[in-house]
């Protein structure tokens, strides 16, 4: 067990639709990752915060978002759900920014 | 921006071999993280280097942080049956931005 949590574990939605991802860190993590991995695919960096502030953005869409609230965890949301969005989504967290990732098990999402 | 290459992409091995991989890049890491992904879970860190030439050892695993900083190597000595599954490398810049990149994973088989 990694101590990241990720919910919910599974996600079935419509195309058109919006989700929200939540991650809670392992205890004392002040940064988090968000990446996407589609079918066969390798990890893809979305998005990084430190703190509540946003650090370093990768391949995320503008119909994505995500945020870090004060105590740490962070939600991700997707909107105008598209098939493409098909995916799993983890989230890592770290103590600081230049430690090793440690991951949750990932939310399945898939739109129909 | 910076891209990692793994190879080989998939291993087909006898239980008891000793397995290689390769983790090369065109651009610089500071930091080589080898992670393990069992199917339907989250990414688990085996082994972290900090310093071009270092070489660490995790029980059967043994990792190289390559003298260019380009590359990393990962062996397994006496491969066993829960060795499956898909070993991802990642590298990490230590930037304002301390983004980590993952490779696009090697997908180990092991024949019993």
């Known amino acids: 067990d990694s101590g990241v949590t990720q919910t919910p574990k599974h996600l079935i939605t419509a195309t058109g639709q919006r989700v929200t991802l939540r991650c809670s860190p392992r205890s004392g993590d002040l940064s988090v990752y968000w990446y996407q991995q589609s079918l066969d695919q390798g990890l893809q960096f979305l998005i990084q915060y430190y703190n509540g502030e946003e650090r370093a953005k990768g391949n995320i869409l503008e119909r994505f978002s995500a945020q870090q609230f004060p105590d740490l965890h962070s939600e991700l949301n997707l909107s105008s759900l598209e098939l493409g969005d098909s995916a799993l989504y983890f989230c890592?967290?770290?103590?600081?920014?230049?430690?090793?990732?440690?991951f949750g098990n990932g939310t399945r999402l898939t739109v129909t | 921006g910076q891209q990692l290459n793994q190879s080989p992409q998939s291993m087909f091995i006898q239980e008891g071999e000793d397995v290689s991989m390769n983790c090369t890049s065109s651009?610089?890491?500071?930091?080589w993280l080898w992670y393990k992904q069992d199917p339907g879970e989250g990414p688990v860190l085996l082994i972290a280097?900090?310093?071009?030439?270092e070489l660490t050892s995790n029980g059967r695993l043994t990792a190289q942080f390559g003298i260019t900083r380009k590359d990393s190597f990962l062996n397994i000595s006496a491969s066993i049956p829960s060795d499956v599954g898909i070993y991802f490398c990642?590298?990490?810049?230590?930037?304002?931005?301390?983004?980590?990149?993952f490779g696009p994973g090697t997908s180990l088989s092991v024949i019993p």
């Open positions: 651009s610089i890491f500071n930091t």
């Open positions: 990642a590298g990490q810049l230590r930037t304002s931005y301390d983004k980590v990149i």
């Open positions: 890592a967290s770290s103590v600081e920014t230049r430690s090793p990732l440690h």
């Open positions: 280097l900090y310093k071009a030439g």
